[in-house]
């Protein structure tokens, strides 16, 4: 017969093997985020560019699990991106709203933060870029500032180090290191995993000088957009591949046949760390193409259609080694038997324009800026080979992972679980749209006026507003005008459209708690 003592003694042996079981099965968490990277350079979204640059492994994410078509972020710029996907709130509310001269509020509840508190391992590689350093990470390593792409430094808590090697296969070794060597294996573990490229000025690693030399991109229909129903917002902003794409920063020109100089029209070339001997093979490789371009001297639109191809070359190339290295993650994955377990998410700080309306760059919310790649899989509850035009937004992020966690959300995250639409299709009361709200202004060489908006499925509402209190209203009907060229406000017929999407800007500013300047609250 058992006595009292050692019956006690059993059950808390059970509880402590149940809780250690539960504790196992929590999932590991992998965030990739890429810096700049647009869907349209994504094979898995079906889009022409991505057709002649495929990312077979970035699209294995999605053929295991589930591709996402509406998701946005709802500020278009990188610090700001970043912040609302650990904050899991808009930009007003995590403080974060700019990229310059800003620093983010650390001692705010973050995913990482918590999920550290709840038992898990937690490192992030990369880029961090929001002016603090990390908390909530067991392990870290970021890149100094936007990073660089050949022997970049690495900023860690103990030292800053120029690390040899090629940043993009640098973070995914360091990531790899972590899960399989470093981390404490006794518990799950979520790991950020950001990379540099494919941001500017697009340095490819070696083994990609030539990947897309004979390439030719599809020429978006609107390289050469005129802008004629946009309002003045649309019109002062300045990073047009045309005008404000540079030939020797950007674009890696030479002066002359034959020349190795690189053209300094404005910013001086970029050679990211390079060694003297990396530089002299990077310059090499550009010199049958720049010799060419130099025998012919192309001017007009024909010298633009030329700095697109050139340009996307390079975006596309800086892409194929992310491409590469999510491969070798995945690959690690499966052979350590971790893949079962493992959410795996991949996504992007923002949207970015590949051409389309003439520009470059993002910040704006028309589409190709707003709209993030996002993709995640996670074989034991998402089915392999879905999609979902569900509206979610990065300020989801942080509560997603929560939930796959089995962790509740803080209250004063303004993002929501979208868990059941990865598992079970998107509900009926899903969400129907998005607020967005651009800030910073005059503060680097992209002008792009402040602005505030509602995205729906059909309809987009956008007012921008100048710091002499003038507003200039855009709408966009989606379904008709996917492309964005045809501003249809106050024309007839948009009345009432446009009364629901004022309404609706009201009160997204008053659910997330966010103060409308006076100018737009006027006009609501
Ligand atoms: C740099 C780039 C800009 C880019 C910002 C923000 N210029 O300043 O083109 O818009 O980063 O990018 S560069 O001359 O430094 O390349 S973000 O990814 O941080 O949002
Ligand atoms: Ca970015």
Same mark, same amino acid.
């Given at each position: 017969m058992k006595t009292k003592q050692s019956l006690f003694v059993l059950n808390a042996l059970a509880l402590t093997i149940v809780g250690a079981n539960a504790q196992q099965q929590k999932p590991n968490i992998i965030y990739i985020m890429s810096d700049d990277? %647009?869907?349209? %350079?994504?094979s898995a979204y079906g889009h022409p560019v991505g057709k002649v640059a495929p990312t077979p492994n970035i699209d294995r994410i999605a053929n295991d699990g589930i591709l996402f078509n509406g998701s946005y972020c709802?500020? =278009?710029? =990188?610090g700001p991106s970043r912040a609302a996907v650990i904050t899991g709130k808009h930009s007003h509310a995590n403080g974060?709203?700019?990229?310059?001269g800003v620093q983010f509020n650390s001692k705010q509840i973050t995913l990482p933060k918590i999920l550290q508190q709840n038992g898990y391992a937690t490192a992030m590689i990369g880029k961090?870029?929001?002016g603090s350093k990390p908390t909530g990470f067991d392990h870290w390593m970021m890149l100094n500032?936007?990073?660089?792409?050949?022997n970049p430094q690495f900023i860690t808590p103990n030292d800053t180090t120029v690390h040899k090697g090629y940043a993009t296969d640098l973070i995914t070794d360091y990531s790899i290191d972590w899960i399989e060597?470093?981390?404490?294996?006794?518990k799950p573990f979520f790991i950020m995993v950001h990379?540099? %490229?494919?941001?500017?000025?697009?340095l490819p690693a070696p083994r990609h000088? &030539?990947?897309?030399?004979n390439t030719e991109f599809p020429i978006p229909e609107?390289?050469?957009?005129? &802008? =004629?129903?946009?309002?003045r917002a649309a019109q002062e902003q300045m990073m047009t591949? !045309?005008?404000?794409?540079?030939? *020797?920063? !950007?674009?890696?020109? %030479? !002066?002359?046949?034959? /020349?190795?100089?690189?053209?300094?029209? *404005?910013?001086a070339p970029n050679? /990211?760390?390079?060694?003297p001997d990396e530089k002299i093979a990077y310059q090499a490789a550009y010199q049958r193409t720049n010799d060419e371009f130099n025998k012919n001297k192309p001017t007009g639109k024909e010298l633009v259609k030329w700095k697109y191809q050139r340009y996307m070359r390079d975006y596309c190339a800086t892409i194929a080694a992310v491409d590469d290295n999510i491969g070798r993650l995945l690959d690690y994955l499966e052979k350590a038997g971790l893949d079962e377990n493992t959410v795996v998410i991949y996504s992007s700080d923002q949207g970015f324009y590949?051409?389309?309306?003439?520009w470059y760059d993002k910040r704006f919310m028309y589409e190709e800026s707003m709209r993030m790649p996002l993709m995640m899989k996670f074989p034991k509850s998402i089915k392999p080979r879905q999609q979902t035009n569900a509206l979610v937004q990065n300020i989801d992020y942080a509560p997603t992972i929560l939930d796959f966690c089995g962790i509740e959300k803080p209250k004063e995250m303004h993002g929501v679980s979208f868990k059941q639409v990865a598992e079970?299709?998107?509900?009926?009361?899903?969400?129907?749209s998005l607020y967005y709200r651009y800030y910073e202004y005059r503060k680097w060489i992209h002008y792009v006026m402040p602005h505030i908006g509602v995205k729906q499925e059909r309809y987009k509402l956008i007012a921008f507003h100048s710091p002499e209190n003038e507003v200039y209203w855009e709408l966009y009907d989606l379904k008709k005008d996917p492309q964005e060229i045809?501003?249809?406000?106050?024309?007839? *017929?948009t009345a009432k459209i446009t009364a629901n999407l004022k309404s609706e800007m009201k009160s997204l500013a008053e659910m997330y708690n966010d103060t409308l300047p006076e100018c737009v609250a006027k006009q609501l």
């Open positions: 990277h %647009a869907v349209q %350079a994504i709802g500020n =278009s710029i =990188s974060f709203k700019e990229n310059n961090w870029h929001l500032d936007q990073g660089e792409y050949y060597q470093q981390r404490n294996a006794e990379h540099k %490229a494919p941001h500017r000025s697009w000088y &030539y990947t897309f030399e609107t390289l050469f957009d005129d &802008y =004629s129903t946009r309002t591949i !045309d005008k404000h794409m540079f030939l *020797g920063y !950007d674009l890696k020109l %030479a !002066d002359t046949v034959g /020349s190795k100089n690189w053209i300094n029209d *404005g910013i050679f /990211s760390n390079m060694t590949l051409g389309e309306h003439g079970n299709g998107k509900p009926k009361t899903w969400r129907k045809n501003n249809i406000f106050g024309k007839k *017929g």
